[in-house]
C-alpha cells in the first residue's frame, strides 16, 4: 500500500519536471529567435555584383526578419509577381503585409519584417532585378503556440489525481514526503 502512493507521488512529480521542460522549450526556441539577412557586395554566387546572403531562410511564424545592407548602394526588399520575377510568382506565404521595404544606401542600414503567415514569400531588389538580387523567406506555422496552452494548465490537473487509488493513511504520508 505505501509503495503504491510512493509510486503515484513519483509519478506526479516525474510528469510535472517533463511538463515544465516542455512548455519552457516550447516558449523559448521557435518564436523568439529572430533572423538576419545581409545585402551583400562581395562573394555571390554567379558573380553578381549584390546578392542576400542567405538567400533562403526557414523560420517559425513570428519571427522578425531584418536585412542589414552592407554596401554603398540602395536596395529594396520586394515581394516578387511572375512580370518582376522572371516567371517566379510571390509565393504562397499569407502575410499580405510583406511587400516592399527600401533599404538606404549607406552601409548598415536595415528593413526588418515579422512574418505572420506561414508559406513561402519569394522576393528581390527592384533596383537591380531578380536576376541580380533575389531570395526567399519560408515560414513555417507554430506548433509551440497551440502545445504551451495545453501543457500550461496540465501540472495543476495532474497533482490532484495520485490520493484517489491508496488507502487514506498511507497516502498523505507518501505524498507529504515528495511534497516537501
Ligand atoms: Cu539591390
Known amino acids: 500500500m505505501q509503495r503504491r502512493g510512493r509510486?503515484?507521488?513519483?509519478?506526479?512529480?516525474?510528469?510535472?519536471?517533463?511538463?515544465?521542460?516542455?512548455?519552457s522549450g516550447a516558449l523559448v526556441a521557435p518564436a523568439q529567435a529572430d533572423t538576419a539577412v545581409s545585402i551583400s557586395g562581395s562573394g555571390c554566387a554567379g558573380a553578381t555584383t549584390f546578392c542576400f546572403v542567405p538567400a533562403q531562410s526557414t523560420v517559425a511564424n513570428g519571427t522578425t526578419v531584418t536585412w542589414t545592407n552592407q554596401t554603398t548602394a540602395p536596395h529594396t526588399v520586394?515581394?516578387?509577381?511572375?512580370?518582376?520575377?522572371?516567371?517566379?510568382?510571390?509565393?504562397?506565404?499569407?502575410?499580405?503585409?510583406?511587400?516592399?521595404?527600401?533599404?538606404?544606401?549607406?552601409n548598415g542600414a536595415t528593413?526588418?519584417?515579422?512574418?505572420?503567415?506561414?508559406g513561402t514569400y519569394n522576393y528581390y531588389c527592384q533596383i537591380h532585378g531578380y536576376a541580380v538580387m533575389h531570395g526567399i523567406v519560408t515560414v513555417q506555422s507554430a506548433v509551440g503556440t497551440t502545445t504551451t496552452t495545453a501543457t500550461a494548465s496540465a501540472p495543476t490537473t495532474v497533482v490532484p489525481s495520485p490520493p484517489n487509488p491508496p488507502p487514506p493513511a498511507a497516502a498523505v504520508s507518501g505524498n507529504v514526503s515528495f511534497t516537501g
Request: with cysteine.
Open 111 to 118: 528593413f526588418s519584417h515579422a512574418f505572420n503567415g506561414a
Open 78 to 106: 520586394t515581394r516578387c509577381t511572375p512580370a518582376a520575377c522572371n516567371g517566379t510568382d510571390a509565393g504562397s506565404g499569407s502575410d499580405a503585409s510583406f511587400t516592399s521595404g527600401n533599404v538606404a544606401a549607406s
Open 7 to 23: 509510486a503515484w507521488g513519483a509519478i506526479g512529480v516525474m510528469v510535472g519536471v517533463v511538463m515544465a521542460l516542455v512548455v
